[in-house]
């Protein structure tokens, strides 16, 4: 069920690496918990990040939840469709991306969880 090219968190974030970029959203897992997402807040383009520092909030019919960065890096774009479609995280959670980061430390994903792990966390 979790895609195996993801990284994970262990508060259910989720990570894809791809031409030293990482794309970082939520997880099917974390989107069910929530509900029905109303609103997504991220932050500005060039904002420097450090693994597990809160990079935004995300609020459903529920709660309101932070949102952590599962590396270092710098924000180099945020999903601005978000702004105006924030259901998109319930309709495709791995692939409806938050941010991207231009990671500075690549080694950090070694301390995340893969699909099998993740899989294992949330039983």
């Known amino acids: 069920m979790y ?16 031409d030293g970029g990482a794309a970082v959203g ?15 807040e991220l ?3 060039g904002r420097q990040l ?7 909030t995300i609020e459903s019919v529920k709660a309101v939840s ?9 924000i ?19 692939e409806t991306w938050m941010i991207r980061l231009r990671s500075s430390a690549p080694a950090e994903a070694d301390a995340l969880l ?3 792990a993740y899989g294992a966390l949330i039983k």
């Open 76 to 94: 180099v774009a945020v999903n601005t469709d978000l702004a105006n479609h924030p259901e998109a995280v319930n309709a495709k959670p791995h």
């Open 3 to 18: 895609p195996t090219d993801l990284k994970y968190t262990k508060d259910h974030e989720w990570v894809r690496f791809d």
């Open 66 to 74: 932070e949102l952590f960065s599962p590396v270092s890096g710098e």
């Open 114 to 116: 893969d699909a099998a």
């Open 43 to 45: 932050p500005e383009v």
């Open 26 to 40: 939520i997880t099917d897992f974390a989107q069910r918990q929530l509900g029905d997402v109303v609103f997504v």
């Open 50 to 56: 450090k693994q597990h520092e809160v990079f935004g």
